[in-house]
């Protein structure tokens, strides 16, 4: 049977406007339509990555439900890729389709207070037990979905008696397991987007671990590469996200028009379209494989080119471009860039420059991955992790 037929009798025997939302999901899921390029049986036929524009657009056409891809964002972009590579059958049969079909929300423990641009310091303790379960205590922080997520990609120390790079393991945490504490984080917008979480006494079994015991550090590279494609690498039609929002108040308000803010606005376009271009050439190629370092090129022209057109639009707006006056505490799923004033839009962008790796760190992997550049001095580098100053 051929894509389109599979499609055909997809929406023939689950009709979008008759079958309830999940249950057309979980059909799409098992017809190998969730993610063409995944194997056979995991939501997947062994296909192109390309060829799944046209299923979403036929779907869509006919009006068949999503599975509201941002709300489930971690799960699709870093946890997934992550299991699918490094994961077993039972694993990757286990979390796969509940996490696509959005019945199980995760969420990412990486960053702590003391290893965040220097992750592979973390100090959250994975202790193993005679009885095959690891008990894992620690704090991790600026944790997105944490208060909604059923489970969470966790990575852990698990020997401090060897260099920070090779001491590492990588789990799969039971969110609602006791001793996971969840705390809100407030930030300038007046949300509590993300979380701090606290882990006392967490037990996790060894068969929630992924990958050996000690390779979480290359576990994750394969977490964080994805990450900063699913935050830099979105398909934007022209003129979509922040420059087409500057773009329509351009065109809406004649009046707060100069000659040095059109300029500003010109070059805001041209280099939103080269990003539009690049994160294109980049979808191609990961249609050929696995996100390579290039992504953090993309995610730190994102942040940048974010943080300057927010800053473009309060200064066009003027003195309505100043006021934001709604500093509720309140958790969101999804942050919602367009739907709300300039003034938040300024204030949430500060935070793209941080999130999914600082921009510092992204010119350091751009210089010495794609550059070729030399490294910079590491003087822990060789160090067992439990003898470096703290």
């Not at 063409?36 to 799944?52: D, I, K, N, T």
């Not at 990412?108 to 009885?131: I, K, M, N």
């Not at 910079?376 to 003898?387: F, I, N, V, Y």
Request: hydrophobic share 40%; charged share 25%; net charge negative.
């Amino acid at each position: 049977m051929d894509l389109a037929a599979r499609v055909r009798t997809l929406l023939a025997s689950y009709p979008p406007g008759t079958t309830a939302p999940l249950d057309f999901l979980r059909a799409r899921f098992d017809a190998g339509l969730a993610w063409v390029h995944f194997p056979v049986g995991l939501g997947g036929l062994g296909l192109a990555r390309s060829e799944q524009a046209a299923v979403d657009a036929e779907l869509a056409a006919a009006g068949a439900p999503d599975n509201n891809p941002r709300r489930i964002g971690i799960g699709l972009g870093m946890a997934a890729p992550t299991i699918l590579r490094y994961g077993t059958e039972e694993q990757k049969k286990r979390f796969l389709r509940p996490l696509w079909t959005g019945e199980e929300v995760w969420c990412q423990l990486f960053s702590e207070p003391g290893a965040g641009s220097d992750l592979a310091a973390l100090a959250t303790r994975a202790v193993p037990g005679e009885d095959g379960v690891w008990t894992v205590d620690g704090q991790k922080v600026w944790t997105s979905t944490a208060h909604t997520a059923r489970w969470a990609i966790l990575l852990a120390r698990t020997d401090p008696s060897v260099p920070k790079h090779q001491g590492i393991s990588y789990f799969v945490c039971d969110m609602t397991d006791p001793g996971v504490d969840v705390r809100p984080l407030r930030q300038i917008t007046g949300e509590a987007e993300f979380n701090e979480v606290f882990l006392t006494g967490v037990r996790i079994p060894d068969e929630h671990r992924l990958g050996a015991v000690g390779e979480g550090w290359q576990v994750a590279q394969t977490t964080l590469n994805n990450e900063r494609v699913a935050i830099g690498g979105q398909a934007m039609p022209r003129e979509g996200g922040m420059i087409g929002v500057v773009a329509e108040t351009w065109r809406r308000r004649p009046e707060l028009r100069t000659p040095e803010l059109h300029a500003r606005l010109l070059k805001g376009w041209v280099d939103a379209e080269v990003v539009r271009l690049t994160g294109e050439r980049l979808r191609q190629q990961l249609a050929q494989g696995q996100p390579g370092p290039e992504g953090a090129a993309m995610k730190l022209a994102f942040a940048r080119l974010a943080q300057e057109l927010s800053g473009l639009e309060v200064e066009l707006l003027g003195e309505d471009g100043l006021r934001y006056d709604d500093w509720t505490m309140t958790r969101p799923e999804l942050v919602d860039f367009t739907g709300r004033e300039a003034g938040y839009r300024y204030l949430r962008a500060k935070g793209n420059s941080i999130e999914g790796g600082t921009s510092e760190i992204l010119r350091n992997i751009i210089a010495e991955r794609v550059l070729g550049l030399p490294a910079e001095p590491r003087a822990d580098k060789d160090l067992p992790w439990k003898d470096v100053p703290r």
